[in-house]
Every structure is written in structure tokens, then in C-alpha cells.
């Protein structure tokens, strides 16, 4: 499966208690169309993601950013401390494909490139 979205913040790294690192963020996708009335429609879905494969490409998942990701939605539901059943979905993300200009967050030690990366300082 593949979506396209904005991130709505930075990303972030976590350790499980296997003491291993996923980055995690989130991404809003947009959809519009037009309803039997001619009337246009925006939607916006969110979508909680993990990335697995490695931990550096968090420092170049900044707000705003536009991806597109390969992966696989996992559906869970579990009890809340309320005693109210949850639910949430997860995007498994495999493969993270930069459709925007990379802005690194550390900007003060950037380079003649104004904080934007290329393809050879990508760290995947």
C-alpha cells in the first residue's frame, strides 16, 4: 500500500523494551472530490507510522514535509485505563520516498545548502 502526506511534526526515535529503535511519526493525507451536487470535498486522514529500518532518517522527517510511503496498515484494539475499549491504526512503513525539499533539523551546522540534503548524505 502506498499514501502520500504532509508529516504534521517531527519525527520521533523511541527504544522498545527490546532496547530497539523505531521512528515514529505521523502524516496527514488529503483527498478532495466532488459529492452528486457538484459540491467540491476535502477530507484529511491520519496516519500513525513506524519505520524500522533505521533510526537516522528521523532527523530528516521534519513538519511538513511531503512523502510517499510503501507499507502495510496493522489494526489494533485494546482496553483503556478508562475500562472503554480503542482502537488505532499503524502504518508499517518499509520504504520512505522524499517528494519535497529535505530540511534537516540541526541548521546550525548546515552547509552551502542551505539545510536541504541530497541524495548522497541521505542515511538509508
Given amino acids: ?9 517531527d519525527a520521533q526515535v523511541n527504544i522498545t ?15 478532495t472530490y466532488k459529492n452528486k451536487k457538484g459540491d467540491r470535498i476535502a477530507q484529511t486522514a ?11 532518517v528521523a532527523n530528516h522527517l521534519t ?22 475499549p480503542k482502537a488505532g491504526m499503524n502504518f508499517h512503513t518499509s520504504q520512505i520516498k522524499f517528494l519535497s525539499a529535505i530540511q534537516k533539523r ?3 551546522n548546515s552547509d552551502s545548502n542551505n539545510g536541504t540534503s541530497t541524495d548522497d548524505d541521505l542515511p538509508f
Fill in 46 to 56: 491520519f496516519f500513525n507510522c513506524s519505520y524500522w529500518l533505521s533510526p537516522n
Fill in 63 to 84: 513538519k511538513g514535509l511531503l512523502v510517499e510511503l510503501s507499507g502495510m496498515v496493522q489494526v489494533s484494539a485494546w482496553m483503556g485505563k478508562d475500562g472503554e
Fill in 17 to 31: 523494551s527490546q532496547d530497539k529503535k523505531v521512528v515514529n511519526f505521523s502524516v496527514a493525507v488529503n483527498e
Fill in 106 to 108: 540541526n541548521t546550525a
Fill in 1 to 9: 500500500m502506498n499514501i502520500i502526506g504532509r508529516l504534521t511534526s
